[in-house]
């Protein structure tokens, strides 16, 4: 069982814990928040400190998720953290149910509910939050995130760091530019004439 720290102690890295507690595939070390010392734990688990440190929490974990919103931050750290030698996994809410044909890149984050189709690529450091669904041949580029009760609708795209906030949806083959973020409840779709 591998050894993880999550870096990042709020509402998604909570989220984050659950899902690599329930997926039984992790030993959970620990979490670490620029909010500490003042945040000392989350539920049994130690704050081991601010992200300033990560170098001396590599003895305490081989591998280390990046569980932040923020897609710049979670990008930026994702990087730190694999150059200190950490393993990047996925993790992957039990519930959420993922065609075995996806390519789910390092440091993903996929949770509760969520589906994601076959053939469906997700890039480094995605999120694919709870009920959100990335259908059939879709494409999720490195730190593309998907808020509650997204879709990607066959063949879309969202862009690298793109964020898609919660009830947003991409018609088929839709793209959506390198760091745009969607407005809650937006529908974006290809226009044909017939």
Not at 158 to 176: E, N
Request: hydrophobic content about 45%; some cysteine.
């Amino acid at each position: 069982m591998k050894k993880l720290l999550i870096v990042g102690a709020g509402g998604h890295g909570k989220s984050v814990a659950e899902a690599a507690l329930a997926c039984g595939s992790f030993e959970l070390v620990g979490f670490v928040d620029d909010a500490a010392p003042e945040l000392t734990s989350v539920w049994d688990w130690p704050v081991l400190g601010t992200t300033a440190s990560l170098a001396e929490y590599r003895s305490r974990a081989d591998a280390a998720i990046v569980a932040i919103g923020n897609n710049g931050l979670r990008e930026a750290l994702f990087d730190r953290l694999g150059a200190l030698g950490f393993e990047l996994p996925a993790v992957v809410h039990p519930t959420a149910i993922v065609s075995p044909r996806t390519i789910i890149g390092p440091g993903s984050a996929i949770m509760a509910g969520s589906i994601i189709g076959t053939e469906a690529k997700l890039g480094a450091g995605s999120i694919v939050n709870s009920g959100a669904v990335v259908d059939h041949h879709c494409t999720v580029e490195d730190f593309g995130h998907l808020g509650v009760n997204t879709s990607m609708a066959g063949g879309s795209i969202l862009g690298r760091a793109a964020w898609m906030q919660a009830g947003s949806a991409l018609g088929y083959g839709v793209r959506v530019q390198d760091g745009v973020v969607l407005a809650p409840g937006t529908a974006l779709q290809v226009s044909r004439e017939h």
